[in-house]
């Protein structure tokens, strides 16, 4: 059964979902360019809230449980995981 804070993620990239549609038909439509882009900020930034949550229920369980296990090996990959997200975050 998914967890309260698992359907909180879900609900919020539906709605970003619904959210793209929509600047899909405003695009169609040929509605104004400002008002497409403020929609499509709208949608980056609801994704960067969810991204965050991913990242810290991803630091709270997976990284956690490394450091707890006393497993250097798996320590060093959870780590190097997230640099490398860091990394590609800012090509």
Same mark, same amino acid.
């Given at each position: 059964?998914?967890?309260?804070? %698992?359907?909180?993620?879900? +609900?919020?990239?539906?709605?970003?979902?619904?959210?793209?549609?929509?600047?899909?038909?405003?695009?169609?439509?040929?509605?104004?360019?400002?008002?497409?882009?403020?929609?499509?900020?709208?949608?980056? %930034?609801?994704?960067?809230?969810?991204?965050?949550?991913?990242?810290?229920?991803?630091?709270?369980?997976?990284?956690?449980?490394?450091?707890?296990?006393?497993?250097?090996?798996?320590?060093?990959?959870?780590? +190097?995981?997230?640099?490398?997200?860091?990394?590609?975050?800012?090509?």
């Amino acid at each position: 059964m998914p967890t309260i804070q %698992s359907r909180t993620k879900t +609900n919020r990239l539906r709605r970003i979902e619904g959210q793209v549609r929509g600047v899909a038909q405003m695009i169609e439509d040929g509605r104004y360019c400002i008002d497409v882009l403020a929609q499509i900020q709208a949608i980056k %930034s609801a994704l960067a809230k969810v991204e965050s949550e991913v990242l810290k229920d991803h630091a709270a369980s997976c990284v956690s449980a490394a450091i707890a296990s006393g497993d250097e090996a798996e320590q060093r990959i959870k780590f +190097n995981e997230l640099i490398e997200l860091l990394e590609r975050q800012r090509r």
